[in-house]
C-alpha cells in the first residue's frame, strides 16, 4: 500500500535544494564581484609597485651596488602577488632576476623604465620586470564561495529547524490530532476536540473542525437514538430491545428471564374505521399504558417491534409470574380508548416464553415467543399462550440448515414422487393415487414430511415443491393415460401458503394444458383449518378451481374446526376421514360409530367419502360396510414409486397383490 509523505519531509525536499541553489548562485555572484573589485586593486597595485620598484632601484642601480639590487629584489619579491623580478640594462641584457617558484600559468609581466634623475642630468638605466601572479586571487574567491556556501547553508538549516519545529506543534500535531479523532469516530467512539491554540487559518480551521465535530457527534447520537427508539412512541424499537435483551445476557449469564409479546387484535379495524392518524394515536396510548403498567416490575423498557407488536421482559420469571403479568396487562389496559369522540375497547393476543426453560439462545428465546403469538391467534384471539414445543418441530439451527437441504434437493434433483393408491368401495380396482412428495437427506436418510414441511411453509419453499410435484405427477398421469388408464384420478395436497400466496389457479390451468389432461381427473386436498378464513380471495379461489373443473377435498377431516355451515357452502367434493378414527376400529366401538355417522353425514351433504389409514382387512371390511366410497391405506399399498404404480395398475383388474 503506497504511504504518502510527511508534510515534513516534503518541506526538506523542497526547502534543501532550492537553499543549495540559492547558496550556489550567491557564491557565484560574490565571486564574480570579488573577481572585479580584486582584478581593479591589482592593477592599480601594479602600476604603484612598478614606479616604486623603479624609483628605489635607480640610486643602487647608478652606483652599481649590487648589495643593494638584490635587497630591494628580494623586498620586491616578497610581496604576494609578485611571481619573479628581473632587472635589464639599456642594452636589455639581464642583470638580476629572481622568482618564487610559482607556477607559469595565469601569470602576467608588466616593466617600467628605471630612471636615475639629479639634479644635473636624468638618465634611464635599464627597466625593471615583475610577473604578477594570480594565485590569492584565485584563493580567495574560493574561500570566499565557501564562506557565502556556508553562511547560506547555516542560515537555510536554521530556517528548516524553526520552520519544522513550527510546523510540528502548530501544523503536524493539529492535524495529527484530527486523524487521530477521526479515526476514534470510525472506531465507533465519541468525539474528543483538538487543540486549537494554533495561530492564523490552521487555529481557524481547528475551531472550524471542532465546530463541525461537535455537531456530527451530536447527530451520530441523535441518530443512534432515533435507530433504537420507536418513531412513533417512547418505546424501544425491535433493535433497541434487541441490544438491551442482548446487554442483559451478558450482565446476568444464567439467570432465567420471560418474554411477553402482545398484538392487538383488529387493529387492521381502527386504521379501516378511522384512518391511520387516529391508529397512531391508539398505539400512542397503548404504549403509555404499556411503560405505565411496567415500571418497576419488568427488567427492561417495554418495546415496540413494529405495527400493533409489543414486548416486555421479566427477570426471574417462571410460568406462573407470566401468568399473573399477563393477567395484570388484561385489567390495566381493559378501560377504553377515546377515538374521533368514540370509545373503544382493546384486547391482545399474548405469547410467552421462558429462558432457558423454551430457549438457549437470544434469537431462538424470541423466535419462541413469536410462535406462541401466532399459535395463540391461530387457536383463538384475545387469549394468552405460552410457548409449548412440539415434538415435531425441530431446533432453529437445524430448520436454517433443512431449509438449505431442501433448496439443493429442490434444483439439484433431490425430489422424489411417490404414488399411494386409493380403491373403490368394492376394492376390485384403483380409481385413483394420491401424489406425495419424499426426499432423501444426505445424513438423516427419508425425511418425514411432518418434519420438512413446516420448514417448506415457513421458508416459502412450499410453493416451488407443490408446483414440481404438481408438475411430475400430471406428467405420469398424462404417460399412463396413453397406456389405458383415462379414468385414473390423481390428487395433490395444497398448502395453505399457497392459497395466501395466489397464482396456483394460474399454475394449475397451465400445467393442465401443458399435459393435455382434463381437469376432472384432478383433486386437490386442503386441510379443514383453512375453511375457518372466510376471506374473499380464499372463497373466490375454491370457486375458481371448482369452475376450471378440478375437484375439492377436504383432508383430515374431523380433525379441525369444521362446521356443517362450512360444509353447506363451501363448493368442496369429497371429505377424506383422518387416520385417527381408524387406528381402534371395531364394529362396537365409539370410534365405528363416529366414522359411520361422519360418512352418513357425507352423503347427507352429497360429498363422497375417503376413508384413509386402512390398515387390515378389518378396518376395510367395517369402512364398506357403512358406505364409504374409497379406500385408502397401508392395507392396499404404501406410497409407491411411480413405475411400481403402473406395475399395480397392468395387473389384472388392476390388484395390489
Not at 530556517?159 to 510540528?168: E, K, P
Not at 444464567?254 to 387484535?265: E, F, K, Y
Not at 413469536?370 to 409449548?388: I, N, P, T, V
Request: glycine content about 6%.
Amino acid at each position: 500500500m503506497y504511504r504518502h509523505p510527511s508534510l515534513n519531509r516534503l518541506f526538506l525536499l523542497r526547502v534543501i535544494p532550492l537553499g543549495l541553489v540559492i547558496s550556489l548562485l550567491l557564491g557565484l555572484i560574490n565571486a564574480w564581484h570579488l573577481q572585479h573589485r580584486f582584478e581593479e586593486e591589482l592593477a592599480r597595485k601594479q602600476v604603484e609597485l612598478l614606479r616604486i620598484g623603479a624609483t628605489l632601484l635607480a640610486a643602487p642601480l647608478w652606483d652599481s651596488d649590487q648589495h643593494s639590487l638584490t635587497e630591494l629584489t628580494d623586498a620586491l619579491l616578497a610581496d604576494p602577488d609578485v611571481a619573479s623580478v628581473s632587472i635589464r640594462d639599456n642594452a636589455g641584457s639581464l642583470m638580476l632576476a629572481r622568482h618564487d617558484g610559482h607556477r607559469p600559468n595565469g601569470l602576467q609581466a608588466r616593466s617600467e623604465p628605471i630612471v636615475f634623475e639629479n639634479a644635473q642630468l636624468q638618465r634611464v638605466l635599464g627597466s625593471v620586470e615583475l610577473v604578477f601572479t594570480r594565485q590569492r586571487l584565485a584563493s580567495q574567491i574560493l574561500w570566499s564561495i565557501l564562506y557565502t556556501l556556508l553562511a547560506v547553508g547555516l542560515m537555510v538549516l536554521t530556517v528548516s529547524w524553526w520552520t519544522l519545529r513550527f510546523n510540528r506543534h502548530h501544523v503536524i500535531a493539529p492535524l495529527n490530532a484530527i486523524l487521530d479523532t477521526l479515526r476514534a469516530l470510525r472506531a465507533g467512539q465519541g468525539f474528543s476536540p483538538v487543540a486549537s491554540d494554533a495561530p492564523g487559518e490552521v487555529g481557524q480551521a481547528l475551531r472550524a473542525f471542532n465546530m463541525l465535530g461537535a455537531q456530527l457527534d451530536q447527530a451520530h447520537d441523535q441518530i443512534e437514538q432515533q435507530a433504537r427508539r420507536d418513531s412513533l412512541s417512547p418505546l424501544l424499537n425491535r433493535a433497541g430491545f434487541q441490544e438491551a435483551l442482548a446487554s442483559w445476557f451478558d450482565a446476568c449469564p444464567g439467570r432465567s428471564l420471560g418474554i411477553l409479546h402482545l398484538d392487538i387484535n383488529h387493529f387492521r379495524w381502527i386504521n379501516e374505521s378511522f384512518g391511520q392518524e387516529a391508529g397512531n394515536h391508539v398505539l400512542q396510548d397503548v404504549a403509555q399504558r404499556l411503560m405505565s403498567l411496567s415500571e418497576g416490575r419488568a427488567t427492561l423498557p417495554p418495546a415496540r417491534l413494529g405495527g400493533d407488536e409489543f414486548v416486555l421482559a421479566f427477570a426471574d420469571a417462571d410460568a406462573s409470574l407470566l401468568e399473573r403479568e399477563v393477567r395484570r396487562l388484561q385489567q390495566g389496559m381493559h378501560f377504553p380508548l377515546t377515538v374521533s369522540g368514540q370509545e373503544l375497547f382493546i384486547s391482545f393476543s399474548i405469547g410467552g416464553a421462558l429462558f432457558p426453560l423454551h430457549a438457549k439462545t437470544l434469537e431462538s428465546l424470541l423466535k419462541c415467543v413469536e410462535l406462541a403469538l401466532h399459535q395463540g391467534k391461530e387457536r383463538s384471539r384475545g387469549d394468552y399462550r405460552l410457548y409449548q414445543p412440539t415434538p415435531s418441530r425441530l431446533p432453529a439451527r437445524e430448520m436454517i440448515a433443512l431449509e438449505r437441504d431442501l433448496h439443493h434437493a429442490l434444483h439439484h434433483g433431490g425430489l422424489r414422487l411417490v404414488l399411494q393408491p386409493i380403491v373403490s368401495h368394492d376394492e376390485e380396482r384403483i380409481i385413483g393415487a394420491e401424489a406425495l412428495l419424499r426426499i432423501e437427506h444426505p445424513e438423516r436418510g427419508e425425511l418425514s414430511p411432518q418434519i420438512f414441511v413446516p420448514v417448506a411453509e415457513e421458508s416459502g419453499l412450499i410453493i416451488p415443491l407443490s408446483q414440481w410435484v404438481l408438475e411430475q405427477g400430471l406428467a405420469w398421469l398424462a404417460d399412463v393415460s396413453t397406456q389405458g388408464y383415462p379414468d385414473l384420478t390423481l390428487s395433490f395436497n395444497v398448502s395453505v401458503r399457497e392459497f395466501h400466496d395466489g397464482g396456483l389457479v394460474e399454475r394449475l390451468t397451465s400445467t393442465l394444458a401443458r399435459h393435455e389432461l382434463m381437469a376432472e381427473r384432478i383433486i386437490l386436498e386442503v386441510t379443514e383449518n383453512l375453511m375457518l378464513e372466510s376471506s374473499p380471495a380464499i372463497l373466490e379461489q375454491f370457486h375458481a378451481i371448482r369452475a376450471l373443473g378440478c375437484r375439492l377435498a377436504i383432508d383430515d377431516f374431523g380433525t379441525g374446526f369444521s362446521s356443517l355451515s362450512y360444509l353447506q357452502h363451501l363448493p368442496f367434493d369429497i371429505i377424506k376421514i383422518d387416520r385417527c378414527f381408524v387406528q381402534e376400529l371395531s364394529d362396537a366401538s365409539h370410534q365405528a360409530q363416529l366414522v359411520k355417522a361422519m360418512i352418513e353425514m357425507g352423503h347427507a351433504l352429497g360429498l363422497k367419502v375417503t376413508v384413509e389409514g386402512i390398515e387390515n382387512a378389518q378396518h376395510a371390511a367395517y369402512c364398506r360396510k357403512v358406505g364409504a366410497d374409497h379406500l385408502q391405506g397401508y392395507h392396499y399399498a404404501r406410497p409407491l414409486p411411480a413405475e411400481r404404480f403402473l406395475a399395480c395398475l397392468l395387473r389384472p383388474e388392476h390388484s395390489l397383490e
